[in-house]
């Protein structure tokens, strides 16, 4: 298996632009998760999935953030606009549990720079 | 809401000796997971040793173990005869198990030196 695939590994963007990341779990996974990594926060959870459904979204921090999962091999976390405090490394991860595992696998992550 | 701690910022060893990272949790659960994730320059999250709160028995992969203490809600991480490719932060983290299907909380991390 591939892994966690997360696109693009670097994002360089300009406050005000619409950015798009995407995340392409494990097959058969069911439950997928971003987390967002800053120096001063951390790895935060942003937001998770299962199976395609969202179930919570607490960690989303504005109306400028949005995730979708149209189905079970693909999701996208979508900020529009995006502002320099959103540059941060972006972690898609996926899991499925099998008996007692609850292990997430995570992507490698998508660093984004507002400039 | 379950919390983790990491109080060592930073840590470091000599190669070929032993390290112990610390990690504290805090939650009203009594099945849980507990996880160390490593995380190189390469920032890829890699797992190193995961823990069942159920099982009294500490985890133990290859050069990696743990010391559970569930009444003290402590999670340490012991790493023998550290290796150069051991540098690294290390991510502490919990999951209450459940239907939170592999939903983390992490400790604030410990970066990890090892000196040849």
């Known amino acids: 298996d591939a892994g966690v695939i997360q696109s693009p590994r670097h994002e360089v963007t300009e406050m005000g632009q619409e950015v798009t990341l995407r995340c392409k779990p494990i097959?058969?996974?069911?439950?997928l998760f971003w987390y967002r990594q800053t120096m001063m926060r951390g790895l935060e959870l942003l937001i998770y999935?299962?199976?395609?459904?969202?179930?919570?979204d607490s960690g989303m921090p504005e109306d400028r953030f949005s995730a979708k999962m149209p189905n079970a091999s693909f999701s996208t976390l979508k900020i529009q606009p995006s502002e320099p405090r959103d540059s941060a490394v972006y972690f898609c991860a996926s899991s499925n549990r099998q008996g007692s595992s609850t292990e997430a696998f995570f992507g490698q992550g998508t660093r984004l720079t507002v400039v | 809401a379950q919390t983790v701690t990491q109080s060592q910022p930073e840590m470091s060893v000599q190669e070929a000796e032993t390290v112990t990272l610390s990690c504290t949790y805090d939650?009203?659960?009594?099945?849980?997971?507990l996880f160390w994730y490593k995380q190189p320059p390469s920032r890829q999250m890699i797992l190193v040793i995961r823990q069942e709160a159920y099982k009294q028995q500490n985890a133990t992969e290859n050069r990696f173990s743990v010391n559970f203490q569930k009444a003290a809600k402590s999670f340490s991480l012991k790493i023998s005869d550290s290796q150069l490719g051991d540098a690294a932060m290390y991510f502490c983290a919990y999951n209450a198990g459940g239907t939170s299907y592999g939903k983390l909380t992490f400790g604030q991390g410990t970066i990890l030196t090892v000196h040849p």
């Open positions: 939650t009203s659960e009594s099945d849980y997971y």
């Open positions: 097959s058969g996974h069911n439950s």
């Open positions: 999935f299962n199976n395609n459904v969202p179930i919570d």
